[in-house]
């Protein structure tokens, strides 16, 4: 036997990841764990991520998949014909929009890979990514990887939280290759009209800008309020590409199911860069995706009553303590008004050190998010109420 004397070696990241710190919410669950490790009872309101169910035959579906003897292979590049066929299905029913299944759908392991992946087979070292501020991290996270310029596009409440596309500086636009936009939006709730989707197309087209549009509320809405698919406008299929999911829309956030539609080439873009880095889906979720997307759609009445209700749970006892927010017409989130001149960070790192109550600080999601923090309603109504009752009575000891 031989013994070597062994010392630890020391392997640097690679550049484009040296900088990067763990995904917010991992360090916010290393805080967590060690409140509870103490006794502390949490309430979680920071997470999107829903409690709910998916409908029982979208379950019943994976279960006879998934114990057919002729379904445990290698599903195709981008999903089975029956997934892709099911968003085209989704599309023409809920939005009036016509997609060949085969070049303008892509199936994807949740939609956050795909958006990864637009910046990798779209921007290179130099160019210029337009990123709503706020916004989902990964929308920036993916453009920096690339090597691309990150320009912040500022969701101001004074403008609805719409961009001003205007404001945008010519300089960057003779660089810019992508345009992020999210409506219903996370994490402000506010949604998008007709006039400014058109606007946007032709914003596009004329600086030569690919949309990437991330819709992955568009089925959780109140009010009677319907969410539009930018593809229902005219020009949209040549400068976009739409990113959507059945983690909010259908429950099934743990199943990591989405799609990407749109402009075809893109999507072949997609199609190449996904070949290399995974082998599909799982047939069994794929199958189950189909009939949640082809399946009644009823029950997601009843669903989004519930988010309603707590909704109200939330608004409710902020207007008693005077916290400001927004009453969205869709998405799972509140965007409260911080009091004072706290940094949202500090502001929500002490509720939670103090009451239990974990929210999200609005600058995890840009500069422009800071003096905001992000409730999630994807807890139950009572438990919802408990948390906002010690939230209300530690705002009214701290002022």
Same mark, same amino acid.
């Given at each position: 036997m031989v013994t070597m004397n062994t010392t630890t070696i020391n392997f640097p990241a690679a550049?484009?990841?040296?900088?990067?710190?763990?995904?917010?919410?991992?360090?916010?669950?290393?805080?967590?764990?060690?409140?509870?490790?103490?006794?502390?009872?949490?309430?979680?309101?920071?997470?999107?991520?829903?409690?709910?169910?998916?409908?029982a035959t979208i379950i019943q579906r994976l279960q006879e998949q998934a114990g057919r003897k002729d379904t445990h292979s290698y599903a195709p590049s981008g999903g089975t014909p029956e997934f892709r066929e099911g968003v085209a299905t989704y599309y023409l029913n809920r939005f009036g929009v016509e997609l060949d299944p085969v070049k303008e759908v892509h199936g994807l392991i949740?939609?956050? /890979?795909?958006?990864?992946?637009?910046?990798?087979?779209?921007?290179?070292?130099?160019? #210029?990514?337009?990123?709503?501020?706020?916004?989902?991290?990964?929308?920036?996270?993916?453009?920096?990887?690339a090597g691309a310029e990150i320009v912040s596009v500022p969701l101001l409440e004074k403008n609805a939280f719409l961009p001003d596309l205007s404001s945008i500086p010519e300089e960057k636009l003779k660089r810019a290759k992508i345009i992020w936009v999210n409506y219903p939006n996370n994490p402000t709730g506010a949604t998008a009209n007709d006039?400014?989707?058109? /606007?946007?197309?032709?914003?596009?087209?004329?600086?030569?800008?690919?949309?990437?549009?991330?819709?992955?509320?568009?089925? #959780?809405?109140?009010?009677?309020?319907?969410?539009?698919?930018?593809?229902?406008?005219?020009?949209?299929?040549? #400068?976009?590409?739409e990113f959507n999911s059945l983690s909010k829309s259908y429950n099934m956030a743990g199943w990591r199911l989405g799609m990407a539609v749109g402009?075809?080439?893109?999507?072949?873009?997609?199609?190449?860069?996904?070949?290399?880095?995974?082998?599909?889906?799982?047939?069994?979720?794929?199958?189950?995706?189909?009939?949640?997307?082809?399946?009644?759609? /009823?029950?997601?009445?009843?669903r989004n009553a519930i988010y309603q209700e707590r909704r109200q749970v939330v608004l409710d006892a902020l207007e008693t303590v005077g916290l400001k927010a927004s009453k969205p017409r869709a998405a799972i989130y509140i965007w409260v008004k911080i009091p004072g001149q706290s940094l949202s960070a500090d502001y929500c790192s002490r509720l939670l050190e103090e009451t239990g109550v974990s929210t999200t600080p609005g600058s995890v999601y840009g500069q422009y998010g800071e003096g905001y923090l992000r409730i999630s309603l994807c807890i139950p109504a009572v438990r919802l109420l408990e948390a906002m009752n010690r939230l209300t009575e530690w705002v009214r000891k701290t002022g």
């Open positions: 550049d484009r990841i040296a900088s990067f710190k763990p995904y917010f919410f991992v360090i916010l669950a290393r805080q967590i764990a060690s409140l509870k490790a103490r006794g502390v009872d949490v309430i979680r309101l920071d997470m999107g991520s829903p409690d709910l169910a998916p409908d949740g939609s956050k /890979e795909g958006l990864f992946a637009l910046s990798q087979v779209i921007l290179n070292p130099g160019d #210029v990514s337009l990123v709503s501020d706020p916004g989902y991290p990964v929308y920036s996270a993916s453009g920096i990887i006039d400014f989707y058109r /606007e946007l197309i032709l914003f596009a087209h004329r600086h030569r800008i690919l949309i990437a549009h991330d819709l992955a509320y568009a089925d #959780v809405t109140y009010d009677g309020y319907l969410a539009p698919s930018i593809m229902q406008y005219d020009g949209a299929m040549d #400068v976009s590409v402009n075809p080439q893109v999507l072949d873009y997609l199609g190449t860069y996904k070949s290399q880095q995974d082998t599909s889906h799982f047939i069994p979720v794929l199958s189950a995706g189909a009939i949640a997307m082809t399946g009644s759609q /009823e029950w997601l009445k009843e």
